[in-house]
């Protein structure tokens, strides 16, 4: 069956390739490194760069299919309409859309959790019942304000939370140098743990760091050259995030002890100074917290946009699609994701909320290595990036085994709310139909 994508686009192509490479890392950057690498020092031990380096691998699969379907359907806009597109039913599309929204809104959760702990111990001692709400509350009011804003804002927090990084990754080679720390911990796992459990174990914590590459998948319509460039700013974003985050985990083992590290909620501010480099606690501690506001800031906008969209087409309650008179923010969409991301602050840690985010994302990933090989058989007029069959029947194999690792706990956080999604579901078919 042959399809035409080579209509104009409806939007205007405005995304250069350096623009495309810099939003795809920025989404993939920064905050999940900076709250989780105390989490991950308890699985891995020493050895925590392993499982880094075997996330990258497995989000290199699935970002295969994403390269392949966002490239031969250019204005599909996301992981939704390629489930439509394979599968032909409304249900599993909007599902694989629901479970993005939940990933969104959990996701902003968990980073307001980690945004309120000892980095921000450092300037004040408040509650973290307290500042993680009010820190959702402040990003859905920028939020609110405008995109515009909200774009700009994201711009230079990504260039700090970037910095943070490698300053910690010069600050421990000048340590390293200098003869501190300790090598051999890098090959350490905990006592009574197999390499192959351990890295394997931490893997599903470093996937939560990768996650991000997906939302590109929402602005095809609008990069330039879009089959030769998506694949090169995917691929290169995430060598690059993979590269960092591998040496951030070698350095955090070399100068700390894990059994130190571990449960953190400011690790990578313990690591700078354990260097004894100098640098100001409240320094490293406000690059720190940019850092974590970013990736909440840009997963709230992509959640309350995800929502509107969602109701603007029938599948959510029809208030979503409300929108401030002058801002032309979806006002109502902010309000509701926002309110759903400070009831999880309340219900789940940050260990479980990282680990249900995956949860939802790898249900997606699935779907999308599945449509993948379902769409071989759909040709289209232009050229675009093929996948090596073999990439999606791995990509899928990684998302099984990353899901064999979620405890019973994620299982039933996760299935209540694709339950709640089902529900939403049901009762606006019905409003529809009546």
């Not at 289209?380 to 990509?395: D, Q």
């Amino acid at each position: 069956m042959a399809t035409d994508t080579a209509a104009p686009a409806r939007l205007r192509r405005g995304i250069t390739p350096p623009l495309l490479f810099l939003f795809i890392l920025g989404d993939v950057l920064g905050a999940g490194i900076y709250a989780l690498v105390g989490v991950l020092a308890e699985e891995p031990g020493g050895a925590m760069w392993a499982p880094l380096l075997l996330a990258l691998a497995m989000a290199m699969l699935t970002a295969a299919s994403y390269a392949e379907l966002v490239t031969k359907y250019p204005r599909a806009g996301g992981a939704a309409v390629f489930a439509q597109r394979a599968f032909r039913r409304p249900l599993v599309s909007y599902l694989v859309g629901f479970s993005m929204l939940a990933a969104g809104v959990t996701s902003a959760a968990g980073l307001s959790i980690a945004f309120a702990g000892d980095y921000l111990a450092t300037f004040v001692d408040v509650p973290a019942v307290v500042a993680a709400p009010v820190f959702l509350v402040l990003l859905a009011l920028l939020n609110a304000r405008g995109i515009k804003e909200s774009v700009r804002s994201n711009v230079v927090m990504t260039l700090v939370e970037v910095s943070g990084l490698v300053l910690v990754v010069v600050v421990v080679a000048v340590a390293v140098g200098g003869g501190q720390g300790d090598a051999g911990r890098i090959l350490q796992t905990p006592p009574g743990v197999s390499a192959g459990a351990a890295v394997l174990g931490g893997a599903l914590i470093a996937f939560y760091s990768f996650v991000g590459f997906e939302v590109s998948a929402n602005v095809a319509e609008e990069v330039q050259d879009v089959s030769r460039v998506y694949p090169r700013a995917l691929f290169g974003a995430l060598l690059v995030a993979g590269v960092v985050y591998a040496l951030v985990g070698l350095g955090s083992a070399v100068v700390m002890e894990p059994g130190e590290l571990a449960g953190s909620s400011s690790p990578l501010l313990d690591v700078v100074e354990a260097t004894g480099a100098g640098v100001p606690a409240w320094a490293f501690s406000a690059i720190a917290l940019v850092a974590v506001a970013n990736g909440a800031l840009l997963t709230m906008i992509m959640a309350s946009r995800l929502a509107y969209g969602m109701a603007d087409e029938g599948l959510l309650p029809a208030p979503l699609t409300r929108v401030l008179p002058h801002r032309r923010t979806p006002w109502v969409a902010i309000a509701v994701t926002t309110a759903l991301a400070v009831a999880l602050t309340l219900v789940g840690d940050l260990a479980v909320l990282a680990e249900t985010v995956v949860m939802l994302l790898l249900l997606v990933f699935i779907s999308t290595n599945l449509a993948v090989l379902v769409l071989r058989r759909d040709r289209v007029e232009h050229e675009h990036f093929r996948a090596p069959v073999v990439l999606p029947v791995l990509a899928l194999v990684s998302c099984a085994v990353l899901l064999t690792q979620q405890s019973a706990r994620v299982w039933a956080f996760a299935g209540v709310l694709l339950a709640v999604g089902v529900v939403t579901h049901l009762v606006v078919r019905r409003r529809v139909r009546a």
